[in-house]
């Protein structure tokens, strides 16, 4: 399996090239590359038999393609930097890919939460850590950051979209037709404030469902008693 590896001072992500959301950290590449071995029938739960996945049996079934910079991001727990990789075209078929493992990546996420109502979770050794509904509500106002990182106004939600499931259903719905329009190449509409750099195709999808996947895992190993 293709990953690289995104190394910041403190901490290491490794990632999987071709399959968004499998991605793991550690405080070195190798307890990066260890992470994502032990991930990897999460993973699969996640996204399910059908996307043909594969999990690596151990860190020696990782091929690395590509070595990154991390950096303050990387070191807070986000992978930050965009590979090489990530520039390929992406073709009707990739596009497919990519939207239905995100969208697996999304459900995976609302069925957790769901499926934790009422579950308390475990704080940290300080007692830090938020509670399911201020994780649900971050990972919320995440994806509509990120469907802003591909170049693409959430304004319209705000006042159109009433509640925060429909909102969040609609927002979904504009950040998959956004990846179309982006992978056919349509212009990117005009935003003379626009400063930050607008992220690949392949980047939103890996970062989205990345984050998804991170925070529904999270709740899975909070939760008290266990979720069955």
């Not at 201020?134 to 469907?147: P, R, S």
Request: glycine fraction near 8%; aromatic fraction near 8%; hydrophobic fraction near 40%.
């Amino acid at each position: 399996m293709d990953v690289y590896l995104e190394t910041g001072p403190k901490k290491s992500f490794a990632c999987a090239l071709d399959w968004p959301g499998y991605c793991r950290s550690g405080k070195t590449d190798d307890e990066a590359l260890e992470a994502l071995t032990g991930y990897g029938n999460r993973y699969l739960a996640a996204v399910g038999a059908e996307a043909g996945f594969n999990p690596p049996r151990s860190a020696k079934d990782l091929v690395v393609r590509e070595r990154l910079a991390g950096g303050s991001g990387t070191d807070f727990g986000i992978p930050s930097a965009e590979a090489k990789a990530d520039e390929r075209p992406v073709d009707a078929s990739e596009l497919s890919r990519l939207r239905s493992l995100l969208t697996a990546s999304w459900v995976a996420f609302d069925a957790i939460a769901e499926a934790a109502a009422g579950y308390e979770l475990r704080k940290g050794p300080r007692g830090g850590g938020r509670d399911l509904a201020k994780i649900v509500d971050h990972v919320f106002e995440a994806e509509e950051a990120y469907v802003k990182q591909i170049g693409r106004s959430t304004a319209d939600l705000r006042t159109a979209v009433a509640g925060s499931a429909d909102r969040m259903k609609a927002l979904r719905t504009l950040a998959l037709d956004t990846m179309a329009e982006r992978a056919r190449g349509v212009p990117l509409p005009e935003n003379p404030r626009r400063k930050a750099k607008i992220w690949s195709v392949r980047y939103f999808a890996r970062r989205s469902a990345w984050h998804s996947l991170d925070h529904a895992w999270e709740i899975e190993d909070r939760a008290e008693p266990p979720l069955t």
